[in-house]
């Protein structure tokens, strides 16, 4: 097996994760899959900001686990759920790079698949 690119967030490369302090209200097909007080904001480099919502705030009999896994140098290996016949629609990284643990135990949803509200 080959060694894995493992990267550390830099000035070049930023990756900031903040409280985001809002509730973030996430519907897919019109259902409610996630609803938390507690999400985090996680801030890469120039890309838009992403969502990560706490396990614990998932409907997670919504989900059914993808075959999808994809890999990250910065922030580790993602696996994917689907919802509801949408495919991917939920990435998490289980177990997250030492440079971005607060993400661990949290899932992110794709602003094109799902509606993400914050209010």
Not at 15 to 35: H, K, L, N, S
């Given at each position: ?26 519907t ?16 890469e ?75």
């Amino acid at each position: 097996m080959t060694e894995r690119q493992v990267l550390l967030p830099s000035a070049a490369h930023p990756i900031t994760i903040t409280p985001t302090g809002r509730r973030v209200t996430v519907t897919i097909g019109g259902a409610i899959v996630a609803q938390t007080d507690g999400a985090l904001t996680l801030q890469e480099s120039t890309y838009p900001a992403v969502q990560y919502i706490p396990r614990a705030d998932v409907v997670f009999e919504t989900l059914t686990r993808s075959a999808n896994i994809t890999y990250c140098p910065y922030k580790g290996e993602a696996n994917y759920y689907d919802v509801g016949g949408v495919a991917d629609v939920i990435w998490t990284y289980e177990d997250p790079y030492p440079a971005v643990a607060e993400i661990a135990g949290h899932l992110a949803f794709y602003p094109e698949k799902a509606q993400i509200v914050l209010a």
